[in-house]
């Protein structure tokens, strides 16, 4: 993924997100994430990054979930006609299913949206 790429996203994912100041920011050790002017658009937002360690695949194994299941559930079982076509269905599953409805079990099986409304004002340490 190029830097820009990157950027843009973090950038509208912190427009339509809106988040708080120390929200941590889990990533992989690649260079998009590590490049300076990511980091520092992390920093203008109060957003805390955290990178995996160097080698260590389990350091993100919750993102890497998320990613196994988007596949199971939508890649793998279509055929895109074009690279735009798998953008789009790729967004209209993560917004329309997976972060409004799909429930987890690591969240106390609820939807993603669900858990975020409703553990919103709770105090972090009652959360776990």
């Known amino acids: 993924m190029k830097q820009d790429l990157a950027i843009e996203a973090l950038k509208k994912a ?3 997100r809106q988040p708080q100041p120390g929200l941590i920011h889990r990533s992989d050790r690649g260079s998009q994430y590590a490049a300076h002017d990511y980091r520092m658009l992390l920093k203008a937002h109060g957003i805390l990054p955290s990178m ?3 080698g260590n695949c ?3 194994a919750m993102v890497e979930t998320v990613f196994k299941t988007i596949k199971s559930e939508l890649i793998w079982r279509t055929v895109f006609q074009t690279r735009n076509h798998a953008i789009k269905a790729i967004g209209q599953h ?3 299913f997976y972060n409004p409805i799909r ?4 969240l106390r099986y609820k939807s993603p949206i669900s858990y ?3 553990t919103r ?3 972090p340490e009652t959360l776990h």
Do not use: P
């Not at 429930?103 to 690591?106: F, I, P």
């Open 14 to 16: 912190i427009a339509i």
């Open 52 to 54: 995996s360690g160097k």
């Open 58 to 60: 389990y350091d993100n």
């Open 94 to 96: 993560t917004d329309g």
């Open 103 to 106: 429930r987890h079990s690591a």
């Open 116 to 118: 975020e409304m409703t």
């Open 121 to 123: 004002n709770l105090e």
